[in-house]
């Protein structure tokens, strides 16, 4: 798949496909906008290259993230009145784990950890890694319930963003959009939420017109980018081996957050404010909102 680019015009008019493998060759699609929307592995960039425009200035920071899920049948005294339980990672030992009630009687449990940190891929490693988080909650589950899977890994080796909002050249009729634009360390959840954030940016750059398109809407989503993207990167940069710039506003951030996630232990507020700031419902100035402030600054010194 590549587009089809008019040296004339600057702009890209269709792409060229790979047709059915029955009926082989290559086929043309005409087309008044191109968006690529083909996930992190897209091919703009080289296309670019290849077109004689600049690259769009990576950046990244690896977290090298490898989880492991499995599906177990959930019985009535397995964390009784609980739905869920997760657990972030942090200090000392970044391990993270996730169990979820779905449907059916199940748990869905995820283990994991940072930097080749990986659960084994084999039952009694499993549990002993689930035995090594902070709190005892999921190994208590797993250490004797019925699995119904077999174990899935996964790994996702860095956060990634493409700045194509700084391109000063751009072809008409071209876009990036999504995982193309920025992929996210799966772990915030926040992928889904800016593409269609961006669909709805999109929606309105269509509506004032296509010329010049790319620099309106690569401006929008960069800006709607910016938020998720401080809160997961700055987030993995918490970790102390996770490379990357630790500004002075990061590492108070991290600071503060810290005192936050000790008083929200004890204060179902705190918690509720936080988790609306992670799943993108509430900018993230409303955790440093005064009443919000005094109720950490009280939380923390209390939990201490
Ligand atoms: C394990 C995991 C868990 C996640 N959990 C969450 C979550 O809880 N909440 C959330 O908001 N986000 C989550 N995300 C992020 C979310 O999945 C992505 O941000 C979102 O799917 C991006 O959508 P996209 O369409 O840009 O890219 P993708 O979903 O990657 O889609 C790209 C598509 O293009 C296709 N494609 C690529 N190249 C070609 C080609 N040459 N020809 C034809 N087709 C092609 C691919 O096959 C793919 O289907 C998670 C991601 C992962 C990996």
């Not at 899920?69 to 997760?86: F, M, N």
């Not at 208590?140 to 790994?155: E, F, M, N, R």
């Not at 990036?176 to 999109?202: H, I, K």
Request: net charge positive; aromatic share 10%; glycine share 8%.
């Amino acid at each position: 798949m590549e587009p089809v680019f008019d040296r004339v015009e600057s702009r890209v008019t269709g792409l060229r496909v790979q047709a059915q493998r029955d009926l082989g060759g290559v086929e043309t699609i005409s087309a008044d906008l191109v968006v690529d929307a083909s996930g992190r592995g897209s091919h703009s960039p080289a296309w670019l290259d290849a077109l004689g425009y600049a690259k769009p200035r990576e950046e990244g920071v690896q977290v090298q993230i490898g989880y492991m899920t499995r599906l177990y049948r959930r019985r009535p005294e397995h964390l009784p009145g609980k739905q869920a339980v997760v657990m972030a990672g942090c200090r000392p030992g970044w391990r993270f784990g996730v169990i979820l009630a779905q449907e059916d009687d199940r748990w869905i449990v995820t283990l994991g950890g940072y930097l080749g940190d990986r659960p084994p891929a084999d039952e009694a490693g499993y549990i002993e890694f689930a035995r090594s988080l902070p709190k005892p909650e999921i190994f208590g589950v797993i250490k004797d319930a019925d699995s119904l899977t077999p174990l899935a890994p996964y790994h996702f080796s860095a956060n990634l963003r493409r700045h194509y909002e700084e391109l000063r050249r751009f072809p008409e009729g071209l876009l990036v959009f999504g995982d193309a634009l920025c992929s996210f360390n799966p772990v915030y959840g926040q992928g889904m939420t800016v593409a269609c954030t961006e669909a709805l940016a999109l929606q309105e750059c269509l509506v004032a017109g296509s010329q010049g398109i790319a620099r309106r809407f690569f401006q929008a989503a960069s800006k709607l980018i910016d938020i998720p993207w401080q809160m997961a990167v700055g987030s993995d940069l918490q970790h102390p081996a996770v490379a990357g710039k630790r500004t002075a506003q990061l590492r108070f951030i991290n600071w503060y957050l810290a005192k936050l996630f000790r008083a929200a232990q004890h204060d179902a507020l705190l918690a509720t404010r936080f988790l609306e700031v992670a799943n993108l419902m509430k900018p993230p100035p409303s955790l440093m909102a005064p009443g919000i402030a005094l109720r950490v600054w009280k939380g923390s010194r209390a939990a201490a």
